[in-house]
């Protein structure tokens, strides 16, 4: 069964850049049959997906936060990775990383990690 | 950009059935999925492409989607269905398919 899990700095300053990591396990990032993905979700409101990445290195961002997100993955270490530029107190949010399952061009989030919590904040 | 709409809050008593509605432009082309969510907790997949149930969770989750509402049905609600749920859908009218959520109902059981 696969699992997810997040990791990375709680605490970050304005201006400068989040950057955190989930590490798969029970499965590999390398299979072709998922992409894998970041959402986020601000204290008390709903949920932002920030992008996706595929195996290859193929990405998709939403296009509010494109200009300033980057998701990237590491196959040798099974591993993927998000970072955010020029962070504000918006930014303060809990991030989960998720597996998209596709079949048969249906594709939805599941599993989630458990979720990291960072704040901006100097 | 495509917009889900779902009502804030919905509220039913224990062995009732519960249905939340998530409302969209011609939502029944797209196939929706739906996340259970409980305090301090990662959402969890309950139904995915309108209707199909993940295993492990209950026959008393079931959806439906036609038209511009898709629904989740809660049948004989228990305490421990009171969480958060959301909708989501894939908005693939642009070169990018984007992801869209639904903003939310909480699940009150009384």
């Known amino acids: 069964q696969v699992q997810l899990q997040e990791s990375g700095p709680g605490l970050v300053k304005p201006s400068e850049t989040l950057s955190l990591t989930c590490t798969v396990s029970?499965?590999?990032?390398?299979?072709?049959?998922?992409?894998w993905s970041w959402i986020r979700q601000p204290p008390g409101k709903g949920l932002e997906w920030i992008g996706y990445?595929?195996?290859?290195?193929?990405?998709n961002y939403n296009p509010s936060l494109k200009s300033r997100v980057t998701i990237s993955v590491d196959t040798s270490k099974n591993q993927f990775s998000l970072k955010l530029s020029s962070v504000t107190a918006a930014d303060t949010a809990v991030y989960y990383c998720?597996?998209?399952?596709?079949?048969?061009?249906?594709?939805?989030?599941?599993?989630w990690g458990q979720g990291t919590l960072v704040t901006v904040s100097s | 950009s495509y917009v889900l709409t779902q009502p804030p809050s919905v509220s039913v008593a224990p062995g009732q059935t519960a249905r939340i509605t998530c409302g969209g432009n011609n939502i029944g082309s797209k196939s929706v999925h739906w996340y259970q969510q409980k305090p301090g907790q990662a959402p969890v997949l309950v139904v995915y492409d309108d209707s199909d149930r993940p295993s492990g969770i209950p026959e008393r989750f079931s959806g439906s989607n036609s038209g511009n509402t898709a629904t989740l049905t809660i049948s004989r609600v228990e305490a421990g269905d009171e969480a958060d749920y959301y909708c989501?859908?894939?908005?693939?009218?642009?070169?990018?398919?984007?992801?869209?959520f639904g903003g939310g109902t909480k699940l009150t059981v009384l």
């Open positions: 998720a597996r998209i399952t596709m079949v048969q061009g249906v594709r939805w989030f599941d599993p």
């Open positions: 029970g499965g590999s990032v390398s299979s072709g049959s998922y992409y």
């Open positions: 989501q859908v894939w908005d693939s009218s642009s070169d990018h398919p984007e992801v869209v």
């Open positions: 990445i595929y195996y290859s290195g193929s990405t």
